[in-house]
């Protein structure tokens, strides 16, 4: 695959929170400064145990996975919005709004923890490069803030789990 020459900048990215129903419920996260940050990415995303005798490392050994954290705001331009639905909507799962019916994407038999998958896409095609770039989190626990100013915010905090082999995926 081609890279493009030119650096990824928040004009080029997109946020789309979905749940997992049938055909998923969506939202596109509009009014965000384009500050994603994503922490824990390593080889395997798993926490190494180093072991030492006197002193001396001696083996290391992957001991467990470890989750991913996230974070990004948006601006506030409401609270609830019943018909498509809002940021705070489809984290919290409220009122008469297609997100008051959502479905986590962990499956019930492990467990009834409200989660989201969370997809970021940067263009890259429009500069040369031959695919769009994105990070897709799949089983993500998702909290907010709302903080009044100009413009009022939102502050979105991410953690995503390993409850199957394709939790995280690249392209």
Known sequence: MALATNPIIPIDGAIVLSDN????????INYEDGDLQ?????????EVQVFEARGVPYAARNIRYKPIEFSFTAHLVGTVDASDGSVLAALLKLGTTPWASATSMLATAKGDAYMLKVAWTAERT??????????????????????EGVPGKLSVKGTCYRFASDWIAWT
């Open 126 to 147: 429009n500069f040369g490069g031959s695919a769009d770039s994105s990070l897709t989190l799949k089983y993500c626990r998702l909290s907010v803030d709302l903080a």
């Open 21 to 28: 129903t049938g055909t998923p419920i969506t939202l596109t």
């Open 38 to 46: 994503v922490s824990g990415l390593e080889q395997a995303y798993m």
